[in-house]
């Protein structure tokens, strides 16, 4: 737990003491980014301090003009603080009256404006972080659809969900996360949709965060709010598309944005939600339905082809004379399951260097690793040729699946299945399948059941994922998240 903890320090009317403040707290005139400019205001000073880079100049240059120009316009010096306060022409100004608060703002990106003699200080919101523009994510690239992706700056992130639901009842509350680092966390929600005990739970969590900073952002606020621990699979969903995030907050879910990421977090969410793609909903519903069975099964194949294709593998008989073409012909020098484990390995090696080789470069990359390693390991006997291609069917399983972290959690699953399959045979597989299935199904979201709709069992939100349901006849929210408006369409009377 931190242990700078603070005291509230109220504003001084001696100037001169909140200026000693300002420098031995924040370093004003040490830190080479904290901005100071003294102006003399109707004979009396007015301060002003701000962070260098996460203002807007014309806009801090225009304040400071307009302070200027009170000495030519206005002769009433006991009104002085009301004459700053109507010259400051922003959007958003706020008085304060603590120093901490002062300090905050400042090193938030706003701009500080103190009046000798009063015990009160104006915050002006000026903020312009650094950081690019939106665009499409790569990782949820659709044919049709958006192109706007969110990016690291917390406003723009939720300006770019309001802009899909202009509700006056979307509810964009900001709290800060970090002793230090005072990071700002948005909870976003439909006040009259999600569930009001769900909305005050993960409020309740956010503010229990005691923690120096959180750099990595939104996997930091993830982990104290799940409280996971080592379980591998994700018990919220990340999105970088705006249009999926809006469709979540329709649906009664909660959003969570982090400053600093251009991720979304989703709670409460459940295995399913991972399973599909903003795609599914940008064709026909026909389309959607047939790309949704084939990401399914390729999902399945990703988990439970190796290990089941390593099962038949170790004892033929298993298998009908129909299909004992599928291997293996050539057994190799090494064992079959030692080949898989050495393929599961080696295609993590090649992803992990994929991520840190420089773009220009990673074509190269892939043709070196699929062409001579894989056509060279085969000649010398290292692997056979049906442990490369199940490999590799399972690898793109992998890739398939929407959710990068569930793809992840996946393959460390298929590990487990192909070791404890090699070990025990048919026994083995059979009690891997089943420890697989009793994890999942021993999770919770938040309260949340982790295999909702399917355990326990909800035919109708089932069929609804099992099948792309055409838009007019899809009007009710999911039943798991609780909604408070059960339906997204008027029902007919």
Not at 67 to 90: A, G, H, M, P
Not at 278 to 299: D, K, N, S
């Amino acid at each position: 737990m931190p242990t700078n903890k603070k005291n509230k320090s109220p504003i001084s009317a001696n100037i001169k003491d909140n200026q000693a403040f300002m420098k031995e707290r924040v370093g004003v005139g040490v830190s080479y980014d904290l901005e100071f400019r003294e102006l003399i205001v109707l004979k009396q000073k007015v301060q002003i301090y701000y962070l260098n880079g996460q203002v807007s100049d014309l806009v801090a240059t225009e304040i400071i003009k307009k302070l200027i120009d009170i000495n030519d316009d206005e002769t009433n010096q006991k009104k002085l603080f009301e004459i700053v306060e109507n010259r400051l022409s922003n959007l958003s100004v706020v008085p304060i009256k603590t120093m901490d608060e002062a300090v905050d703002q400042m090193l938030s990106g706003l701009i500080v404006v103190f009046v000798d003699g009063e015990k009160y200080a104006f915050v002006v919101d000026v903020r312009e972080y650094p950081g690019r523009q939106p665009e499409e994510p790569d990782t949820e690239r659709v044919i049709r659809g958006a192109r706007d992706g969110f990016t690291e700056n917390v406003v723009i992130n939720t300006a770019l969900t309001r802009r899909r639901i202009r509700d006056a009842r979307l509810r964009n509350e900001m709290l800060k996360v970090g002793e230090r680092s005072k990071t700002d966390v948005c909870l976003s929600y439909i006040k009259d949709i999600a569930d009001d005990e769900m909305v005050e739970l993960t409020k309740k969590k956010i503010r229990s965060i005691e923690i120096d900073g959180i750099t990595m952002a939104d996997k930091a606020v993830e982990e104290f709010i799940v409280e996971s621990e080592w379980n591998p699979y994700p018990l919220v969903r990340y999105t970088e598309r705006p249009d999926v995030a809006a469709n979540h907050l329709l649906e009664g879910h909660l959003l969570l944005t982090v400053d600093t990421s251009p991720s979304i977090i989703i709670l409460p969410t459940t295995y399913f939600d991972h399973l599909e793609h903003a795609e599914e909903y940008r064709q026909a519903p026909a389309v959607g339905t047939f790309i949704r069975w084939i990401r399914l099964l390729a999902i399945l194949a990703s988990v439970y082809l190796l290990p089941l294709w390593l099962l038949f593998a170790m004892d033929p008989t298993l298998l009908p004379k129909a299909l004992s073409f599928i291997g293996p012909n050539e057994e190799g020098q090494i064992p079959i399951a030692v080949q898989i484990i050495i393929a599961i390995i080696g295609v993590e090696f090649v992803r992990m260097a994929a991520v840190h080789t420089p773009t220009p470069l990673a074509t190269a990359l892939g043709l070196i690793a699929a062409i001579v390693i894989g056509d060279i390991a085969i000649k010398v006997g290292l692997f056979s040729p049906e442990v490369v291609l199940y490999a590799a069917i399972s690898t793109m399983g992998a890739y398939v699946t929407p959710s990068y972290e569930l793809s992840v959690a996946n393959k460390l699953m298929n590990f487990f299945l192909v070791l404890i399959t090699a070990f025990f045979g048919v026994i083995g597989f059979s009690l891997g399948f089943l420890i697989s299935i009793f994890f999942l199904a021993n999770l919770k979201s938040l309260r949340t059941p982790y295999l909702w709709p399917f355990l326990p069992f909800n035919a109708k939100a089932m069929l609804k994922f099992i099948f792309r349901i055409p838009v007019p006849f899809s009007n009710g929210r999911p039943s798991i998240v609780h909604p408070q408006d059960k339906y997204s369409q008027p029902m007919e009377k």
